[in-house]
C-alpha cells in the first residue's frame, strides 16, 4: 500500500473478470460434445465399462478449449500481477535474479500489457504455457466429469 498505493491491490482485476466465463466455455463445449458424438448425460442404463472414456475424453477436450480459449487474458492478467523489483530492491532482499529481457518490461495497464506482449514476442506470447497446462488440466478434468458422469446416473436411477 505504502510503495504502490490502492491501484496495486487491483492489478489485474478486469482480465479477472473475463476469466470467470471460464465454467461457461467448458460446460457449454461439454455439453455441445457430448450431444455431438450421441452420449447422453447421467444416462444410468448406460454407463458401463465400454464408455467410461467417452466422459473422461470429452471433460479433458472441453476443459481444454475453454484453456486455451482464455489463454491470452490470462497471459495478461499474470503478468499485471507480476511484481518488478528495483535494482535496490532486489540487493535489499538478496534475490535472485536472472537477466531476461522480459523481467525489465513494466506494464501500466490491460492496453499497454497486451500492446507489449505483442510487439515483443507475437501471438505465441499470448499462449506461453499452454502445453504444460493442457497436459495437466487434461485428465483431471476427465477424471473429475467420469466422476460427474456417475454421480449423475447414480442420481437418476433414485
Same mark, same amino acid.
Given at each position: 500500500?505504502?510503495?504502490? *498505493?490502492? !491501484? /496495486?491491490?487491483?492489478?489485474?482485476?478486469?482480465?479477472?473478470?473475463? #476469466?470467470?466465463?471460464?465454467? @461457461? +466455455?467448458?460446460?457449454?463445449?461439454?455439453?455441445?460434445?457430448?450431444?455431438?458424438? *450421441?452420449? !447422453? /448425460?447421467?444416462?444410468?442404463?448406460?454407463?458401463?465399462?465400454?464408455? #467410461?472414456?467417452?466422459?473422461? @475424453? +470429452?471433460?479433458?477436450?472441453?476443459?481444454?478449449?475453454?484453456?486455451?480459449?482464455?489463454?491470452?487474458?490470462?497471459?495478461?492478467?499474470?503478468?499485471?500481477?507480476?511484481?518488478?523489483?528495483?535494482?535496490?530492491? @532486489?540487493?535489499?532482499?538478496?534475490?535472485?535474479?536472472?537477466?531476461?529481457?522480459?523481467?525489465?518490461?513494466?506494464?501500466?495497464?490491460?492496453?499497454?500489457?497486451?500492446?507489449?506482449?505483442?510487439?515483443?514476442?507475437?501471438?505465441?506470447?499470448?499462449?506461453?504455457?499452454?502445453?504444460?497446462?493442457?497436459?495437466?488440466?487434461?485428465?483431471?478434468?476427465?477424471?473429475?466429469?467420469?466422476?460427474?458422469?456417475?454421480?449423475?446416473?447414480?442420481?437418476?436411477?433414485?
Amino acid at each position: 500500500m505504502r510503495a504502490e *498505493g490502492i !491501484k /496495486s491491490f487491483y492489478r489485474g482485476f478486469v482480465p479477472s473478470l473475463f #476469466m470467470s466465463t471460464y465454467g @461457461v +466455455i467448458q460446460m457449454y463445449s461439454y455439453e455441445s460434445l457430448t450431444h455431438l458424438f *450421441g452420449y !447422453k /448425460s447421467g444416462n444410468a442404463k448406460k454407463m458401463t465399462w465400454d464408455n #467410461m472414456l467417452v466422459p473422461f @475424453v +470429452i471433460g479433458g477436450t472441453s476443459r481444454s478449449l475453454a484453456s486455451v480459449t482464455l489463454m491470452p487474458i490470462n497471459v495478461v492478467r499474470m503478468r499485471l500481477q507480476m511484481k518488478n523489483y528495483s535494482v535496490d530492491e @532486489v540487493q535489499q532482499k538478496n534475490l535472485n535474479r536472472t537477466s531476461n529481457y522480459k523481467e525489465k518490461i513494466e506494464y501500466s495497464g490491460m492496453r499497454d500489457t497486451i500492446r507489449k506482449i505483442y510487439s515483443h514476442e507475437g501471438i505465441p506470447g499470448f499462449y506461453k504455457g499452454i502445453t504444460p497446462s493442457v497436459l495437466k488440466i487434461f485428465p483431471t478434468s476427465g477424471i473429475f466429469f467420469l466422476s460427474y458422469e456417475f454421480a449423475m446416473s447414480r442420481l437418476m436411477r433414485e
